[in-house]
Every structure is written in C-alpha cells, then in structure tokens.
C-alpha cells in the first residue's frame, strides 16, 4: 500500500543527501552567514564536530515569523522563482536547515539589525519546536549539539575525530579564502586553528593577503599569478611553479562565482596543465577563481551544491589550461632553485638532484665503454674503446645564481665519430669525448637548426604533419592582432598550424605541426602576431614562410631543458647526418674542439 511519508521522515531522508558528516554542517551554516551579509563569522567545535558546532555572524538577523519558517523545509529567501537558472546566492533549495535540525538538537538565536529584540527557536530532531525571546547582539548563532543522534547509524559511518575535523577544517579554509573581507575565527576543543580579519581593499589585493594567510608564505614565494578573461568569463588566482608540488590534493581549491567546487573538468584542467611539468603522484597548489554568468552554468547538480556543470564545459577546460600554462611559462625557469621548498633540505637535496643520473656516489670512477653492435655503429671502425675517468664536482650552497648544473655519466663510448661521446651536460652545451680530445657543443643552437632542417625537408617534400591537440590552446591577443593573424590563416594552415577566431580578442590553437608539438604555442602566436604587425604578406610568401619555419625551430630549441646521454648521444649522431654540417656550416656557431695535443701543450709550457 502506498503512503505518506511524514515531514520528519522526509527531512531525515533529505539529510542524508545533504548532510554527509559535520563539516557538511558547517558548509551549509556558514553559507548561510555569507548570503546573510556577515563581516564576521566565529566557529567553535567539539569533538570534530559530532558534539557541538556553533555559527555566530553579524548579518542581517531574522524575525521570529522568519525563524520558524527557516525550520521548515523547502523555504527559503533566495530564490527567485521566475528566474531559477540566475542563482546568485549559495543557498536556494531550503533544505539545509530542515534537514539538519531533523538530525540534531538545534537552537537557533537571531536579531534583526532593525529590532531591539532577539528570539530563539529551539528543535529537537526535527519536532518540538520551541520559539522564545532572547538576549542576543546582532546577526545569528545557530547552535547544533549531538549530531546524527536522531539516526545512529549515521554515526557508524563517519571516521575519526582527526579525520572529520580535517574536513572540517578544509571547508573553512575554502570559505575564508573565497571570501577575504569576511574575518574568520575557529576552534576545536578550546583551541584556536583558524583567525583571518577581513580585508575591505581592492579584491584582488584581499584575496592575495588571505592566501598568504591560510596557504602560507611558501605558496606565495613559488607562484605564478593567473588572470584571464574572456567575454563573460574572468579566471584568476595563483597557481604554484613546478618546483614546488605537494604529494596530495589537500591544496588544490577551485572556486566558481566563489563557491567552492569539486569539479571533474576544473581538476582535469589543472591536471593537464601540469603534464609536462610533474611527476605522476605530485600535485600543483592552487588557489583559482572562475567567475561566469550564472546562466553558463548549473549548480543545481547536487544537493550538497558541491558540483556544478558548465554549459560548454571544453571552453572553460581550455581557457583554464591556458590561463595555467601561461602564468608558468611566463615566470618559471626550470633551474636548481635552492630557496623554498627544497632550500630545507640543505645540500642532501641538490646532490640528489644532480646526480641522479650518476651510477653511484662515489666521488671518482672509472667506467669502460663496451662495443654497441647496434647496426648503426656497424659502419664505423671500433678497434679501441676506452676507459675514461669523471670527477662529481663538488657543488658550493651557496650558489645563488639558479645555474642548473647536471653531470650525467654513460657506459656507451662513441669516440670514434666525428662528434665523439656523450659524457656531461652544463647548461646548454655537451661535452663530448672523441680519439684525440673533446668537444664541447652548443645544443641548443643545434637543436635548432636540425629542427629548421627537417621540417624544412618535411614541406619541400609535402609531408609535413599536423598533431591535433588533446586540449585546444587559447591565446589572448588585442583584437588588430587577431585580425593580423586571421588575415595569414590560410598560409599558416599550410605552415601546420590551424587557427580559429575566439570571441574578439582570443584565437584558439587546434592543431600544430608534429615535429614541434611541444613548443610554447602562446609564445610562438606572439612572435607571429608581432612580425605581421609590421610586415606586409603581399606576394613575398617565401619571406613569410622562412620566418614561421625559424620561429618553429627557435621555440623548439627552447622546449627542452635538461638531456640524458642517450639523447646527448642521439643529438649528436643527428648533427652528423645534417646537411649544415656536412655543408661545414657550423664553424664557430656550434661546437669548439680541444685537442689532447693542445692541452698537453698548455701544461708543459706552466
């Protein structure tokens, strides 16, 4: 037989949905204080929150009519209900309260910053209700005691004091940064965890005090500023640099039109946009801000609000990536950063980093290269490998110039060839062993022109590839850049690399050419962007394609940081093989040799 179901049964139902655990309490409380306008908000918790949580504020306060409506489910004041895609407010279904005081004991104390009287209203699992004056300042205090007794099983299944009050904790933390001219205090068990005073300056400048205040100075000292906007979208906030990661998510707070969010697409975002730059296992921190129009988006997926779904949810994806991707590459410079994070652990962590490459610790050794009878060394005559002998340098701490020095030793002895034997790189050159001395290359400029030489082949030969980009790339350009840029699209399409007008002051990036496909693309549709400004396509195409062809090979050369000896190796083979350098093109530009006959020389003559 169908029935039913009573009031209390219903809100104990809808409990279950929207309070998980007491730090879903503190949420929807404290949310509550926000839309009511609070300045001030204090929390106290015992016992992680299981046996009291307390919310005071200063906000506008409710009338006694107002308090026994709040109670009761599916009221509320921030609705308006011929508009129910604009949600401006944090709360709008009215469930919380109902559904909370149908699982606890509650006392709710209020005052009209209008009336000179307070009054309270008192429920006990959702019944009794009680309402009486009282003696209160202004704004409201909700008491909550013995949640969960109402439904004891609920209690089974929540997990230790020290977990629940880290959850307990994360909320607040993202509440308070979220809204930086609101001041904070909190405690548990008597002791305080948390105090912030809001901060009325300009937004911006707010929210970077209150990051420093719940993030920390690390943080603050090793990020890098976003600040992207696009029509109606406006991303912005702080995003760590490379060298300082965490092995959990715990700092990763993502916010929409302010309300903290837990996000599939904005966690892929971030994901993606460290990919080159992290390890799997360690993660970025981050503090990020997305305003939309609320009609871009539906917070109305979950009753806990915690997620939210987009509209064009690859449109904010992308537009995240960028915003990431390029606040690093404008301000990281992969180097051995010996200040924070790594400046504590002292010298133990930059050898480690070093020489991490190196087969053991010991401060000489001599290794010996075996024969390769890989068919590539075939053709060479390999009558004498020999044994060879590096020194690990010993590093100063306290180096202060970020010089990135990497010593990498191999088994594999090479010195035979024109261009000899991989055995160490410092910073941009390789140092290489051949029969008679050693060599030392500029890698980076080689790289760059093998890079020239073969897409320049590639497109001789009409077999240059195009790479379609997981994730499209946004570049934000002034709109006579874009219409420059749009002007050459055709020509750069056959150049490899498709473009897309976004809006008037953006183009999106599909597609890039596959020899080049981890170049900085924000930076090269810059450098593009400004030699149109000051050229003229007319019928010199050659031109045009000479200087597309040179910036993909320059932002190429700078993509890659540090070589392992293979690659070492495998570069030099490469150059070997090159046209420029069988053509002699490289006298000066590339490498420098010294002879064994040349050093000997400059010891006998000391």
Known sequence: MIKILSESTINRIAAGEVIERPASVIKELVENSIDAGATTINIILEQAGKNLIIISDDGIGMSPEDLELAVQRHTTSKLDEENLENISSFGFRGEALPSI????????????????????????????????????DLGTKTEIRDLFFATPARLKFLRTDKTELAACVDVIKKLALSHPHVSFSASHDNK??????????????????????????DFMSNNAELNLTRDTINIYGFASLPNYHKSSLEDQHLFVNNRPVKDKILNMAVRSAYADYLESGRYPVI?????????????????????????????????????????????????????????????????????????????????????????????QSYNNPKAFTLPLLDFPSNKQ????????????????????????????????????????????????????????????????????????????????????????????????????????????ISEIP??????????????????????????????????????????????????????MNQMLRNIEQSSFFKAKDHVGLIYAELKITDIEKFFKSN
């Open 101 to 136: 005081s149908s699982i606890s004991k509650i006392t709710i104390t209020s005052r009209l910053r209008e009336s000179s009287k307070a009054y309270s209203l008192s429920q006990i699992g959702g019944k009794n209700s009680k309402l009486e004056q009282a003696s209160h």
């Open 192 to 217: 305080t965890f948390l105090k912030v005073k809001g901060d009325s300056r300009e937004k911006n400048l707010a929210v970077q005090k209150r990051i420093l205040d719940i993030v920390g100075n």
């Open 287 to 379: 503090v990020l801000f997305l305003d939309i129009d609320p009609l871009d988006v539906d917070v109305n997926v979950h009753p806990a609000k915690s997620e939210v779904r987009f509209s064009d949810p690859n449109l904010i994806r992308s537009l995240i990536v960028s915003a990431i991707k390029d606040a690093i590459s404008s301000n990281y410079v992969n180097s051995n950063v010996e200040t924070s994070p790594l400046g504590y652990f002292g010298n133990k962590a930059k050898y480690s980093y070093l020489s991490s490459n190196l087969p053991n610790s010991s401060f000489n050794r001599t290794f010996t290269g075996p024969k390769d009878n890989s068919s590539s060394l075939n053709e």
């Open 401 to 508: 110039d970020n010089t990135a020095l990497e010593i990498t030793v191999d088994n594999c002895v090479y010195e035979n060839f024109a261009l000899g034997s991989a055995k160490a790189q410092l910073k941009d050159y390789i140092f290489s062993q051949t029969l008679n001395g050693f060599i030392v290359l500029n890698w980076r400029v080689a790289s760059e022109k093998l890079c020239y030489e073969k897409i320049k082949q590639s497109l001789n030969d009409n077999k240059l590839t195009k790479e379609r980009l997981a994730m499209p790339e946004v570049v934000e350009l002034t709109e006579e850049e874009i219409i420059t840029i749009c002007h050459a699209k055709q020509y750069l399409s056959k150049l490899g690399l498709s473009i897309k007008k976004f809006g008037n002051k953006a183009l999106i």
């Open 514 to 567: 596959t020899l080049v496909a981890k170049i900085n693309i924000f930076q090269l549709v810059k450098n593009l962007s400004n030699y149109l400004s000051n050229k003229e396509l007319g019928e010199d195409l050659e031109v045009f394609e000479e200087y597309v062809i040179k910036t993909y090979a320059e932002q190429y050369s700078k993509h890659i940081d540090k070589l392992s000896i293979s690659e």
